[in-house]
């Protein structure tokens, strides 16, 4: 029995949360505030302070009205009780007994200009504490979002929309900062200053205050019911955004078909059915949020003229001093503005959670493709990679790519892949680096299963080329090394041998020129001879080759080949070939079809079956 047979892989898979609740979300994200503790704390007891001197500043405004409407000095005897308007009374007869009326309202003025001193202070440190608690998260979140995406496995992004994915993580991420964040600083603020003047407006007149209570009850009852939509609305506002994406991404990238195809119309009439979507949701959207300002400030007015018909009636009674009754709308007005922002924080959260939502069910997408638990650590190959009976089926396929392969690759075989065009053979070499996990069956390499070692261990023993050259708006030089370490003589020495260094020498800046975006300023023979440097250099065991279709001419041809061969040179290979130069070359030609081997052996055997491979000879095509 071999150690493949035995192995049982068993992936640690991250469970998948339960991204549906809005309270969850909403904890969720307060959750991420643990990681700056210290400043939040600093931020709360700024806001402390901050509302503590705003209540304080209620009273204060009392006494510059008493003092200005009483023209003549009353003594008022010292009060018995904790009654505050009693208390406040005498603080006051007694501030102008001792002063003259004119001084006593230059130290109640000074008083008040200390206060909102320290208010606005605090007001300050408060969001000066928060910034970096609010960028800090964004920061996490864009981290954490571009390591998913680079973790995940390529099979998430064969159902997933490119635009969308960008999305996640630049509109949905601002999103969080600017809804969550502004609710988090309401949160903590806002009820400070609300508990505040309300103490105070009871202990002045517990009547009105209860009279006003009730009427902003009343108000924010109607304004409650406009928000319900909204985070149903803002979610569709977000995937159609990430549909436009797409189609520009697909449109900006394909600017030369779309123009040479006539194309332009019908590119547009894509856009022209999101884009109009997107602008009627966004257009009801806003009409509801816009709503919710202007009709809170003329509730807001409605509750200011019943206060002030009420008040009056209770100072014509005598039941309250017109003074405090001054003091009691100047707290009621310092209700409205965190009542405002607690609210409209109640609104930016159901079109923030919805991102939140979005964010957290792509961090939460479990990676079928990992580590195992207690991974084999001494990788080498030294003498074959197996397919033992493997199969292989894509997500929501009807039939299998690979069906019951079974194939020896000894070590330093050139095998080449044969078929036509879906036969399995991307498949095929995809499942060796574990890009996908087989369905059935297991590939061991040296008579141990692949999935018993780290992924990096074992795609450290891979090199890759593929069809398409793949590069990076960055110079020569990086775009060889690409996060490797190499002296500068080791990535000549590639270059040389990948025949990059002839069109490399003649550029201005050798090997720190720049290739442009995806190295359109190389011409395609250079493109795929750079990525050839790039698997020289790794110098890996095994390579994986998808040998270019599209033409070259017939020197760059010459030269491509010849870096390939070298390439291939005192290695294993495992190559999907199109030429009949390589083919011919190869020890072993597999012939694939409908993901099964239909024929295996060299040139001359195959040929000599008069099967399959034949035919495809005598096409002069191998696709
Ligand atoms: P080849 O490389 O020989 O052209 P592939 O290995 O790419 O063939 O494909 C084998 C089969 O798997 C084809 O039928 C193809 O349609 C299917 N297939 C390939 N990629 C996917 C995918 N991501 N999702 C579903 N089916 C796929």
Redesign the pocket.
Known sequence: MTRSSQFVYTPHMQPQQNTSSNNSGFWRLMSRLKSYKKNVILAILSNVLMAIFTVISIPMIAPFFDILFSQEVVAVPKPTDNNLPDNLDYFFSQLVINYTPQKALLIVIAAILVVFFFKNLFRYLALFFMAPVRNGIIYDLRKQIFEKYIDLP??FY?TEKKGDLMNRMTSDVQEIEWSILNTIEAIFKAPLIIIGSLTFMILTSPQLTLFVIVLIVFTAFIIGGISKTLKRSSSEVQTRLGRISSILEETLGGLRIIKGFNAQAYQSEKLEKDNSEYRNILTRLLWRRDLSSPLSEFLGIVVVSALLWYGSALVFEKALSPELFFAFIFAFFQVIEPAKSFSSAYYNIQKGLAAVDRVDNLLNTPNPIVDPERPLTDISFNSAINFDDVSFQ????D?Q??DQVDITINKGEVVA?V????????????LLPRFFDVTSGAITIDGNDIRSFTLHDLRSLFGIVSQEAILFNDTIKNNILFGATATDAEIEEAARIANVAEFVNVMPDKYESNIGDRGMKLSGGQRQRLTIARAVLRNPPIMILDEATSALDSESELLVQDALEKLMKNRTTVV?AHRLSTIRNADKIVV?D??KIVEMGSHEQLMALNGEYNKFVEMQTF?
């Open positions: 390529l099979s064969s894509y997500d929501h396929a039939t790519a690979l892949l078929g036509s065009s879906g036969a399995g053979k991307s498949t095929f070499v995809d999907i694939l409908k993901g696709d």
